[in-house]
Nanobody
Framework: QVQLVESGGGLVQAGGSLRLSCAAS????????MGWFRQAPGKEREFVAS????????YYADSVKGRFTISRDNAKNTVYLQMNSLKPEDTAVYFC???????????????WGQGTQVTVSS
């Protein structure tokens, strides 16, 4: 399994931007599809975005399409989530995850980070 550590969360005003990073251990990072999920208090974990191992395929939840961008740097073993035009409803703990193939379902990702808090104030 790959070890994942998220960073970059924080407090931002509505309309602002944040960039989340997820650093992965191991030497086979490009062999993993990566995903970002989020969980707000009292709600289930939901899909945000995912990217294939070499970055050729990306998927987004409708709620973030056009505002968030997922990318990866395989030389740095890192995946990013650029979040623009943030809204209060984007407030959640954001988790990165690694899996064998790109997907939008949490159950298909085997390795998870501890999460980073994103809070968007109105």
């Amino acid at each position: 399994q790959v070890q994942l550590v998220e960073s970059g969360g924080g407090l931002v005003q509505a309309g602002g931007s944040l960039r989340l990073s997820c650093a992965a251990s191991g030497r086979t990072f490009s062999g993993y599809a990566m995903g970002w999920f989020r969980q707000a208090p009292g709600k289930e974990r939901e899909f945000v975005a995912s990217i294939s191992g070499r970055g050729g395929m990306t998927y987004y939840a409708d709620s973030v399409k056009g505002r968030f961008t997922i990318s990866r740097d395989n030389a740095k073993n890192t995946v990013y989530l650029q979040m623009n035009s943030l809204k209060p409803e984007d407030t959640a703990v954001y988790f990165c995850a690694a899996g064998p193939r790109v997907a939008t379902t949490a159950a298909l990702f085997a390795s998870w980070g501890q999460g980073t808090q994103v809070t968007v104030s109105s």
